[in-house]
């Protein structure tokens, strides 16, 4: 489980001044933000620290270690206001990397060291906006999990105080930098699928995700350990609940779930296929089928939206009961790229239209023949050897990890997956969960920013 339990001194009660002015309360932060960089040369090495140490950091950490040499990158602190799992980071860090690191319960404690050149954010989905503007405010690079956000005005927070810092910052949407999928979004521009029309996507699993009810964290935890009050950021205040802690991805107040985790890869990858940002419409439903457990959020969901500008329906569909079919489908009137498998998955095929083939086409059975007989071609790179990708690729990724590393390096802000990135995902997930509680059709209106009940004009003519 991911312990995600980071937040900022001073942060909580006044981190937002209500819609019409989002403002940063704490005096940490009152001098100039580039007081806080040192000055980084070509050669020198990247220091970064991890806010949040719960599983989702053993991943991040992986990352760092195998770029560690080729791209000079180093550890220097570990944050986590639960003080078990900040003590263990901070050995594994130590065992990974040979040198000990600093260990600090608040954020706004390891943001003032000076030799910090960047940050990893690894906590709850409902943090990760917040902290994200904090890091960027103190001068510092970062790495920021998705989704960046589960609110709007959050989402707008955390771009615009990363656009105003100069920061480096690379979302964790590990995709964006796989050869493969760049390879995927090359086809789509190049025209040859001809008008697309639909994106479906169709990620399964079958198990009680993201609940599990002998959790050892739950019982590890004692509340004096930690700081439950910093743990919520903002959010209501509700008694202690170990269970809301360690698994916030199935209470409401906290994720969207689905929305907010596989969807959020999902959307991202379409936005990034069709150079797009944020739907236009959206409708969802679902609900709480195969899991009847503690969990607030649906276990099987799916959800419809609308690109205007480049007329075509989005479908992403998840169901944690049955895990057969995973398949991504970019439909074109010429073509169809279709990969086998649920998210990152680098098996995929281009298939062009009108080959006449009775009952569509089988890709569970036959794929080498299919190719063979030229029903089908590989999409592929010289990364991959130039042969068929796997089905299941890990999300600790060094490609992605390698983009961040030279984009800080040469102060590039445009990474694999920058803040914009963020933004556009965010917001899709926001609509898809607000559209599957509000059980209505919502709608985007670009030019306010905000999701509204009823169309509006955002086609670029």
């Not at 995927?184 to 993201?210: A, F, Y």
């Not at 398949?327 to 009137?333: A, H, L, W």
């Not at 509680?437 to 509006?456: A, L």
Request: proline letters at 3%; a neutral charge.
């Amino acid at each position: 489980m991911i312990n995600n339990n980071i937040s900022r001194k001073g942060f909580i009660d006044k981190s937002f001044s209500g819609i019409a002015g989002i403002s940063l309360s704490s005096s940490a932060f009152s001098m100039n933000s580039a007081s806080y960089r040192r000055i980084l040369g070509a050669n020198d090495r990247i220091n970064i620290g991890f806010l949040g140490c719960g599983a989702r950091s053993s991943g991040l950490q992986r990352m760092v270690k195998m770029s560690e040499k080729d791209k000079n990158l180093g550890v220097v602190a570990v944050c986590d206001i639960w003080k078990l799992n900040r003590e263990k980071t901070a050995a594994n860090c130590g065992r990974m990397f040979g040198k000990d690191v600093k260990q600090f319960k608040y954020s706004e404690e390891m943001l003032l060291m000076h030799d910090l050149d960047a940050v990893m954010i690894g906590t709850g989905d409902f943090q990760h906006a917040k902290l994200l503007a904090e890091v960027v405010k103190a001068g510092k690079d970062c790495y920021c999990e998705k989704p960046m956000a589960i609110d709007v005005e959050e989402a707008k927070f955390a771009r615009d105080s990363v656009i105003a810092s100069k920061q480096v910052v690379q979302m964790g949407s590990e995709w964006l930098s796989d050869p493969i999928q760049r390879k995927v979004r090359d086809i789509v521009r190049s025209g040859r699928l001809g008008q697309i029309t639909k994106i479906e996507q169709v990620w399964n699993d079958n198990n009680p995700r993201w609940h599990n009810p002998n959790d050892p964290d739950v019982a590890a935890i004692k509340e004096e350990d930690t700081d439950w009050k910093r743990w919520l950021l903002g959010k209501p205040y509700v008694p202690f609940d170990p269970w809301k802690y360690f698994e916030f991805r199935i209470f409401r107040d906290y994720s969207g779930g689905i929305t907010s985790q596989w969807m959020s890869h999902g959307v991202g990858l379409v936005h990034f296929y069709t150079d797009t940002s944020v739907p236009d419409s959206m409708v969802a439903n679902g609900g709480i089928f195969g899991w009847p457990d503690i969990r607030e959020n649906p276990d099987t969901f799916q959800a419809l939206a609308t690109y205007d500008n480049k007329k075509f329906l989005y479908s992403y569909t998840s169901n944690y009961a049955s895990m057969f079919g995973n398949y991504t489908c970019i439909r074109g009137k010429d073509g169809s790229l279709f990969s086998l498998g649920g998210e990152g998955s680098a098996c995929w095929f281009f298939i062009r239209e009108h080959q006449n083939l009775p009952a569509g086409f089988d890709f569970y059975e036959g794929i080498k023949e299919a190719v063979k007989n030229g029903k089908a071609e590989i999409v592929t790179t010289e990364e991959y050897n130039m042969k068929l990708g796997p089905v299941v690729l890990s999300d600790d990724s060094k490609f992605h990890l390698d983009n961040w590393a030279d984009c800080m390096r040469s102060r590039n802000t445009s990474t694999n997956g920058d803040i914009h990135t963020g933004f556009g995902h965010s917001i899709a997930s926001i609509m898809a969960t607000q559209a599957y509680r509000e059980g209505k059709k919502i709608y985007w209106d670009n030019k306010k920013e905000e999701i509204v009940d009823h169309p509006t004009n955002n086609i670029i003519k």
